[in-house]
């Protein structure tokens, strides 16, 4: 089982790990894929590692080496494109030796629920097995696909992308890709549907749920999630995450913060707003709540920040 990110994103990688361990009872080994840590990282990766009697194996990636295939604006942060976005596709080349199959996960990935079937199921001589995307048709008629999928959970065999040498095809369409369309909003997951097409072998939802945080205005549609409750694997797709703290009283974030807090993580914090849009966002989840003297609150810090220059984006 496979999982990446930058060293700020260990901790939600490794509450995604709790989860799976605590809905699972097969024997695995994780495999994170990270830029760095430091000692309090590997401290913590020990304990988890003894708590559940898990092995871990950690992978620097060289990301002065793999920028050069992920120039787009969306992933250009204070002058340095990141290249996290990058390492996913170097998890067969690693793992040839070890496994016949990879599970790679999201570490904005929550699991409820048993995932050995998923991860032994028959391919039929596919590539990978994955879960549509949400708008999977729409995006599927934009990259000219028969169908698209979302790149949050894929389930890999492992000899078989190494012998359709898709991880070359990867880096040599996104270079392309980076060089004629930089503004591209999903370059990695729309490149991996196009090498993939014809390859994917399509599961429910159920390995791949995907729930969307976000709160609406009164003046828009109410967003209308599956039931996560019924799933193995949800996908906190958007830029909500689980780790905001408005957002706890949601059943499935619960079962998030449930495994963070039976982790040695259970200590970071979560993100307190500090946007425009959090503060929002906050606004909403306690409308939702019928919490309304918060609303209020949160309502008066949203309109003050519009004038005491307070950031507009993040949460």
Same mark, same amino acid.
């Not at 295939?69 to 390492?87: D, H, P, S, T, W």
């Not at 963070?260 to 307190?272: A, F, G």
């Given at each position: 089982?496979?999982?990446?990110?930058?060293? $700020?994103?260990?901790?939600?990688?490794?509450?995604?790990?709790?989860?799976?361990?605590?809905?699972?009872?097969?024997?695995?080994?994780?495999?994170?894929?990270?830029?760095?840590?430091?000692?309090?990282?590997?401290?913590?990766?020990?304990?988890?590692?003894?708590?559940?009697?898990?092995?871990?194996?950690?992978?620097?990636? $060289?990301?002065?080496?793999?920028?050069?295939?992920?120039?787009?604006?969306?992933?250009?942060? $204070?002058?340095?494109?990141?290249?996290?976005?990058?390492?996913?596709?170097?998890?067969?080349?690693?793992?040839?030796?070890? +496994?016949?199959?990879?599970?790679?996960?999201?570490?904005?990935?929550?699991?409820?629920?048993?995932?050995?079937?998923?991860?032994?199921?028959?391919?039929?001589?596919?590539?990978?097995?994955?879960?549509?995307?949400?708008?999977?048709?729409?995006?599927?008629?934009?990259?000219?696909?028969?169908?698209?999928?979302?790149?949050?959970?894929?389930?890999?065999?492992?000899?078989?992308?190494?012998?359709?040498?898709?991880?070359?095809?990867?880096?040599?369409?996104?270079?392309? +890709?980076?060089?004629?369309?930089?503004?591209?909003?999903?370059?990695?997951?729309?490149?991996?549907?196009?090498?993939?097409?014809?390859?994917?072998?399509?599961?429910?939802?159920?390995?791949?749920?995907?729930?969307?945080?976000?709160?609406?205005?009164?003046?828009?549609?109410?967003?209308?999630?599956?039931? +996560?409750?019924?799933?193995?694997?949800?996908?906190?797709?958007?830029?909500?995450?689980?780790?905001?703290?408005?957002?706890?009283?949601?059943?499935?974030?619960?079962?998030?913060?449930?495994?963070?807090?039976?982790?040695?993580?259970?200590?970071?914090?979560?993100?307190?707003?500090?946007?425009?849009?959090?503060?929002?966002?906050?606004?909403?989840?306690?409308?939702?709540?019928?919490?309304?003297?918060?609303?209020?609150?949160?309502?008066?810090?949203?309109?003050?920040?519009?004038?005491?220059?307070?950031?507009?984006?993040?949460?």
């Amino acid at each position: 089982m496979a999982l990446t990110g930058t060293q $700020n994103y260990i901790p939600w990688i490794s509450v995604t790990m709790a989860s799976i361990m605590e809905h699972n009872s097969s024997p695995f080994a994780f495999h994170i894929l990270v830029d760095k840590t430091d000692e309090a990282d590997i401290e913590k990766l020990q304990k988890f590692s003894i708590q559940w009697n898990v092995p871990i194996t950690l992978y620097y990636m $060289n990301d002065a080496n793999l920028s050069q295939y992920c120039r787009f604006e969306r992933y250009r942060i $204070n002058g340095k494109y990141v290249a996290a976005l990058m390492y996913r596709f170097f998890i067969p080349e690693l793992l040839k030796d070890k +496994a016949e199959r990879a599970l790679y996960l999201d570490g904005d990935v929550v699991c409820n629920g048993d995932i050995t079937s998923f991860m032994d199921i028959d391919l039929q001589q596919n590539i990978v097995a994955v879960s549509e995307d949400l708008k999977g048709q729409e995006y599927a008629a934009r990259m000219n696909v028969e169908r698209y999928f979302n790149s949050g959970v894929i389930l890999v065999d492992i000899q078989q992308w190494l012998s359709n040498h898709i991880s070359k095809r990867i880096l040599d369409d996104l270079r392309i +890709a980076a060089q004629k369309h930089p503004e591209m909003s999903c370059p990695d997951q729309d490149i991996l549907n196009v090498c993939l097409d014809g390859k994917d072998f399509f599961v429910p939802h159920t390995y791949n749920l995907p729930y969307r945080l976000v709160q609406p205005s009164v003046f828009k549609p109410k967003i209308v999630n599956e039931d +996560a409750m019924q799933a193995s694997l949800i996908h906190f797709i958007g830029a909500i995450k689980p780790w905001t703290t408005y957002n706890q009283s949601v059943p499935i974030v619960k079962v998030w913060a449930h495994a963070k807090e039976n982790s040695p993580w259970r200590d970071v914090p979560i993100h307190e707003p500090g946007s425009q849009k959090a503060f929002h966002q906050a606004a909403r989840d306690a409308r939702r709540r019928h919490a309304y003297k918060e609303m209020v609150l949160w309502y008066f810090r949203f309109i003050k920040s519009k004038f005491d220059g307070t950031r507009k984006v993040g949460y």
